[in-house]
């Protein structure tokens, strides 16, 4: 069974609370999910072409997602942002002092909501089109 509209509803479920993380002042945890939802929305779209992938690494799923569904640049972009998101945002020691909680902004949570953003409309458009 493919489970695509799975994997796009917690995207989505994601990125709302992101969204909700972003109006609470919370910019780290929404740059954190912002990614999280963005490895989601390329797992929707590598299940529904029956490619079953596993790990976090949004350039390394972006490339296997790219083979059945082309990404533009933009695309390609928000990955790369995001994609440095997952340790620092909530690992101390990603840091040489402070908590991730003092080392991002709202201008980071902002650039992550859009980068998420991206990605989700990639992933909606691919699993809209034909399986193979």
Same mark, same amino acid.
Request: aromatic share 10%; glycine share 4%.
């Given at each position: 069974?493919?489970?695509?509209? =799975?994997? /796009?509803?917690?995207? *989505?479920? $994601?990125?709302?609370?992101?969204?909700?993380?972003? *109006?609470?002042?919370?910019?780290?945890?929404?740059?954190?999910?912002?990614?999280?939802?963005? &490895?989601?929305? +390329?797992?929707?779209?590598? !299940?529904?072409?029956?490619? @079953?992938?596993?790990?976090?690494? /949004?350039? /390394? /799923?972006? $490339?296997?997602?790219? !083979?059945?569904? +082309?990404? %533009? =640049?933009? @695309?390609?972009?928000?990955?790369?942002?995001?994609?440095? +998101?997952?340790?620092?945002?909530?690992?101390?020691?990603?840091?040489? $002092?402070?908590? %991730?909680?003092?080392?991002?902004?709202?201008? =980071? &949570? *902002? !650039?992550?909501?859009?980068?998420? *953003?991206?990605?989700?409309?990639?992933?909606? !458009?691919?699993?809209?089109?034909?399986? +193979?």
């Amino acid at each position: 069974m493919r489970r695509a509209p =799975d994997w /796009l509803k917690q995207a *989505e479920s $994601e990125y709302a609370a992101a969204r909700s993380l972003y *109006e609470d002042g919370h910019w780290a945890w929404c740059c954190f999910t912002c990614q999280q939802a963005a &490895a989601k929305s +390329l797992k929707a779209v590598l !299940e529904h072409f029956g490619d @079953v992938q596993t790990g976090r690494n /949004l350039n /390394l /799923l972006l $490339e296997a997602a790219a !083979e059945y569904a +082309l990404p %533009p =640049d933009e @695309v390609r972009h928000a990955c790369a942002r995001l994609n440095r +998101l997952y340790i620092p945002t909530r690992y101390p020691d990603a840091f040489s $002092e402070g908590a %991730p909680a003092d080392q991002y902004t709202r201008l =980071d &949570a *902002e !650039e992550a909501i859009q980068d998420a *953003e991206t990605v989700l409309r990639y992933a909606r !458009e691919a699993v809209e089109s034909p399986a +193979l």
